[in-house]
């Protein structure tokens, strides 16, 4: 017995669900919306809105609301330069720093074959397709220092290396192992861009 009535209990429920949020914070969350009374109203709509309009990038992966993302579509972006990420978050955290003027791809995650992610299920076969067409000077591989990000960055170099015309790079080892890269400062991020190794 909760002493919660059923639509709370749903409610506290799905905040659970959200990364970072326990059932304390859930709960507290719960209770904040609803003696706000439109508050909830508004997330609510919000997230439909969210829900019916947001949707993948055709290029890149990015979120937005048209075929194309504001970068994509963006003429003053350098279209030779291409920054592979992991996640939507990691390409907010280069964006943040405002120093990287390239393009973006986004890959929907890291290798874990433990968690059965293989390539299929990431962004790879886009990737390629990609670097066929447009034919960058340069691949930055920016997946996170992981075991899981360098297992990534290592098939990735495999898939595009030899390509004619094509430098492949990786961001530089001033990052702390295992760390997320929307977790770090912008002066890291940025140092970690302009030091990039390259593996070609």
């Given amino acids: 017995m909760t002493g919660l009535s059923p639509s709370l209990e749903c409610l506290v429920n799905e905040l659970g669900k959200l990364?970072?949020?326990?059932?304390?914070t859930a709960l507290r969350l719960g209770l904040h919306l609803l003696m706000q009374g439109g508050r909830l109203k508004d997330l609510s709509q919000a997230l439909l809105q969210a829900a019916e309009q947001v949707r993948f990038c055709s290029r890149c992966g990015h979120l937005c609301e048209d075929e194309l993302c504001e970068l994509c579509r963006n003429p003053s972006r350098d279209a030779g330069l291409i920054c592979v990420v992991e996640q939507v978050p990691d390409l907010l955290a280069f964006e943040r720093g405002g120093e990287y003027r390239g393009l973006y791809h986004v890959l929907g995650g890291a290798l874990s074959p433990l968690d059965g992610i293989g390539p299929e299920r990431?962004?790879?076969?886009?990737?390629?397709?990609?670097?066929?067409?447009?034919?960058?000077?340069?691949?930055?591989?920016?997946?996170?220092?992981t075991v899981e990000g360098d297992a990534t960055a290592l098939y990735l170099q495999r898939r595009l290396g030899g390509r004619e015309g094509?430098?492949?790079?990786?961001?530089?080892?001033?990052?702390?192992?295992?760390?997320?890269?929307?977790?770090?400062?912008?002066?890291?991020?940025?140092?970690?861009?302009d030091h990039r190794e390259s593996l070609s």
């Fill in 19 to 24: 990364p970072g949020i326990g059932r304390k």
């Fill in 122 to 145: 990431l962004r790879v076969a886009e990737l390629e397709a990609r670097v066929a067409r447009e034919a960058p000077r340069e691949v930055i591989l920016a997946t996170s220092t």
């Fill in 166 to 193: 094509l430098k492949l790079s990786r961001l530089a080892r001033g990052m702390p192992a295992g760390g997320s890269l929307e977790m770090f400062d912008q002066l890291t991020l940025s140092r970690a861009l």
